[in-house]
């Protein structure tokens, strides 16, 4: 089992990245005084980023992890003749990460990538009680807002490695060191299927 989304490496992710200046300050003195007001205004951060945002964290603060998932995969698909099968909780963050990657680095398009990860949508989509306008509710964790897999989550998470890497392969993946070597392994292991 690895934990590309642990929680507090993608709150430090969310406090040193995502908040003003104000209100990292604001968030230290919180930490003291009152986590209650810390813990409000970092739902409130994560929210305002959705999935995406998400995307972003568990792409950032799970390198390693993330690194050792797609070694683990290409391994087993080179001593095996089947598939292989990785999943998360709801199947579309850390899942769908990771499927972008794998697709990537077998030339899937932008849109093939996009539009396999909107698969997932409709059957996770939660029921919304404010009539599907996935209104922030201030202060905590807004589900409604982070149910299914739009387009755009997808869409967003593909600009925001291009533009931080030049490219998800070889820009990202290479940084987190699964390079043109394992690549290559995991496209021929792939062949073979």
């Known amino acids: ?23 990292q300050a604001m968030s230290k003195l919180w930490l003291i005084f009152d986590v209650d007001r810390l813990h409000s205004l970092r739902m409130d951060v994560l929210n305002e980023k959705g999935l995406a945002g998400l995307n972003e964290a568990i792409l950032e603060v799970g390198k390693n992890d993330i690194c050792v998932a797609l070694k683990e995969i290409t391994r087993f698909l080179e001593r095996s003749e089947r598939s292989v099968a990785f999943h998360c909780v709801k199947g579309k963050d850390r899942t769908g990460v990771l499927a972008m990657l794998i697709q990537s680095v077998l030339a899937h398009t932008d849109e093939q990538i996009i539009q396999e990860y909107f698969l997932s949508d409709a059957p996770m989509r939660e029921p919304s009680s404010d009539g599907g306008n996935r209104v922030l509710e201030r202060g ?19 600009k925001f490695v291009r533009k931080k890497y030049g490219s ?11 390079d043109a070597s394992w690549r290559k392994r995991l496209v021929n292991a792939q062949k073979k299927l």
């Open 140 to 158: 905590s964790f807004c589900r409604n807002r982070f149910s299914g897999a739009p387009k755009i989550a997808m869409i967003d998470t593909l």
């Open 168 to 178: 998800v392969s070889p820009g990202y993946l290479d940084d987190i060191s699964f």
């Open 1 to 23: 089992r690895l934990d590309v989304q642990p929680r507090d490496k993608v709150i430090d992710y969310l406090t040193e990245n995502w908040m003003t200046p104000s209100q």
